[in-house]
C-alpha cells in the first residue's frame, strides 16, 4: 500500500513551482490531491499531468487572501470529501522594492498572500482537520516559509515580514492542535528554481552573488521541497510538530566570510 493511500489532501499554490511539485508527489504516493490557485489553466494542466500518471487530482479556482473564497474552498472540501487529512499553505509572491519606494498596496497583497491566507486556510480547514483526526489520530499541515524568515534580504520587506509571520503563526497552531493529534510544521526553502526565483534572479551576477553564500554552491530545485513535504505528511514524522525543516543547501547554517 501507498504511503499515503486515499489521503485527501489540499495544497495552495499547487499550479507551478513548489506546490506543483509537492502535488505530483503527495498523488504518487497515493493521495487524492485538490490543487487551489486563481488560475484555472495551470490547474487543469496540473490535474491532467496527475492523472496521465496515473493518479488523482483535482482543482479548484480560489484567491486564499479573501476570506470568503476560502470559506467557499472549505465548503466544497465539506461537501465532496466530507474529511481533510492533509493541507500544503503554499501560495505565495513577492515584490521587490526597498522600504521607502515600497506602495502600500504592494506591501498588503504580500503580506495577505503569504501570511494572512495561512491564518483563512488553517482557520476554516482546520476544523475539518480536527474533526478528522479525532477520527483517524491523522492530521498534517505544512506551512512553506523562507530563509527570509531568518535573514533580512533587502528590497523584501514585506515577504521577510510575512515568512517571519509563517514560521511563528506555524509553532502557535502546532501548539493548539497538539491535543487534537495534527501535526502542524514549516517548510524554510532556499533558493529554488521556480518562476518566482527566476523573478528575483534575473541575471548571472545575480546568481553568482546567491551561489557563493550557498554551501552546495547550487540552487535547490522543486523535488526537494517535495521530498520534504512527503516526509512532513508521512507516519515518519508523527512525533514532529512546530518546527521547521530546511530545504536550503545549507545556506542558513553559514555564516558569511
Ligand atoms: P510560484 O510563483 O511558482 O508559486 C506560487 C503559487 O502561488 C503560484 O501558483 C500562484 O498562482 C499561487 N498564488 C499566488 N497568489 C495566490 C492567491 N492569492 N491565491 C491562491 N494562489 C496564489 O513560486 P514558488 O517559488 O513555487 O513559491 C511557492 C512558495 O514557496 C511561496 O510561498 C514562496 O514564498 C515559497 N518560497 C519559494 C522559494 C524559491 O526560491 N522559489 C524560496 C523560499 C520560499
Known amino acids: 500500500m501507498k504511503e499515503l493511500e486515499k489521503k485527501i489532501a489540499v495544497v495552495t499554490g499547487g499550479g507551478s513551482g ?57 465548503g466544497f472540501i465539506q461537501n465532496k470529501f466530507n474529511r481533510l487529512d492533509i493541507l500544503v499553505n503554499c501560495a505565495g509572491i513577492t515584490v521587490k522594492e526597498f522600504v521607502l519606494d515600497l506602495d502600500e498596496d504592494n506591501w498588503d497583497s504580500v503580506i495577505d498572500i503569504n501570511l494572512k491566507s495561512v491564518f483563512l486556510c488553517c482557520k476554516y480547514l482546520g476544523r475539518i482537520i480536527i474533526d478528522n483526526a479525532a477520527e483517524n489520530s491523522y492530521g498534517k499541515v505544512i506551512t512553506i516559509s523562507s530563509v527570509g524568515s531568518f535573514l533580512g534580504i533587502p528590497t523584501s520587506s514585506a515577504y521577510c515580514a510575512s515568512k517571519g509571520g509563517v514560521t511563528q503563526l506555524t509553532k502557535v497552531i502546532a501548539i493548539e492542535w497538539a491535543e487534537n493529534h495534527v501535526n502542524v510544521n514549516s517548510i524554510v526553502p532556499g533558493y529554488i528554481e521556480t518562476n518566482l526565483s527566476k523573478g528575483v534572479l534575473k541575471n548571472q551576477e545575480a546568481r553568482d552573488k546567491v551561489y557563493s553564500r550557498i554551501p552546495f554552491k547550487k540552487m535547490g530545485n522543486v523535488k526537494d521541497t517535495a521530498e520534504a513535504a512527503l516526509f512532513l505528511v508521512s507516519q515518519k514524522s508523527n512525533y514532529i510538530t512546530g518546527t521547521t525543516l530546511s530545504v536550503d543547501g545549507g545556506l542558513l547554517a553559514t555564516a558569511y566570510t
Open 18 to 74: 513548489i506546490g506543483k511539485g509537492i502535488a505530483v508527489r503527495l498523488a504518487e504516493e497515493g493521495a487524492i490531491v485538490i490543487a487551489v490557485g486563481r488560475r484555472k489553466e495551470p490547474l487543469e494542466d496540473l490535474c491532467s499531468e496527475i492523472k496521465a500518471n496515473g493518479d488523482c487530482a483535482f482543482y479548484y479556482c480560489a484567491d486564499v487572501s479573501k476570506s470568503v473564497e476560502v470559506k467557499e474552498l472549505a
